[in-house]
């Protein structure tokens, strides 16, 4: 087992275009997370799967972005109409069970520049 | 909501010696679990070590331990016989313990720690 993937790992994107990032989680893991992280900042909560149940959405996540796990596998996050402020590193993370506290692993990200 | 602080926004450690990361947080959950976690320049975030609030004992994970003051809300990371490899950005997290939400993190500001010969 590799860890999380994510794919692309950097994109630059013109101001009013679509985006999406594609997550692979480690095998088996029935939780999957993405969060945002921007320059000098930690990372911030945007929105957990449950398996393919998107359980909870941060207020942070916009009508313009829109996350998927149809087969409780691999993940999406779409951004539509990218603006200059969506500009971030996108991360992606999971964890199995359900048994709170368990290790989270992240993968390398997604660095998304809009211009 | 919570709250995680971290007050230094950059330290330097010679090789070998040790150094301490402060972390306070805030909250009002009596069960949750505090993280520190590693970002090295590649920026995978790597978890170093776990405390469950519960639990008073200080976790310890080989160089790595941490000073857990429950009372005063302060989880502070010691990283003894600094390496070169330590050189990453950590941040401190807290996770609440509820069965009934995401598990999600909630990261500080994060401290660059660079490790100098």
């Known amino acids: 087992d590799t860890g999380v993937s994510q794919d692309p790992r950097h994109k630059i994107t013109k101001r009013g275009q679509n985006v999406t990032f594609r997550c692979d989680p480690i095998s088996e893991h029935n939780r999957l997370y993405w969060y945002r992280q921007t320059l000098g900042q930690g990372p911030e909560f945007l929105t957990y799967?449950?398996?393919?149940?998107?359980?909870?959405k941060s207020r942070l996540l916009s009508d313009r972005f829109s996350a998927e796990r149809p087969k409780g596998s691999f993940s999406t996050l779409e951004i539509q109409r990218t603006e200059q402020g969506d500009s971030a590193m996108y991360l992606c993370?999971?964890?199995?069970?359900?048994?709170?506290?368990?290790?989270?692993?992240f993968g390398e990200g997604s660095w998304l520049t809009v211009v | 909501a919570q709250t995680v602080t971290q007050s230094q926004p950059e330290m330097s450690v010679q090789e070998a010696e040790t150094v301490t990361l402060s972390c306070t947080y805030d909250t009002s959950e009596s069960n949750y679990y505090l993280f520190w976690y590693k970002q090295p320049p590649s920026r995978q975030m790597i978890l170093v070590i776990r405390?469950?609030?519960?639990?008073?004992q200080n976790a310890t994970e080989n160089r790595f331990s941490v000073n857990f003051q429950k009372a005063a809300k302060s989880f502070s990371l010691k990283i003894s016989d600094s390496q070169l490899g330590d050189t990453a950005m950590y941040f401190c997290?807290?996770?609440?313990?509820?069965?009934?939400?995401?598990?999600?993190?909630?990261f500080g500001t994060g401290t660059r720690l660079q490790v100098t010969l």
């Open positions: 993370a999971s964890s199995e069970g359900q048994v709170p506290g368990n290790t989270i692993y």
């Open positions: 799967f449950q398996n393919e149940a998107q359980l909870e």
């Open positions: 997290a807290f996770m609440k313990r509820d069965t009934g939400t995401a598990s999600k993190l909630t």
């Open positions: 405390q469950e609030a519960y639990k008073q």
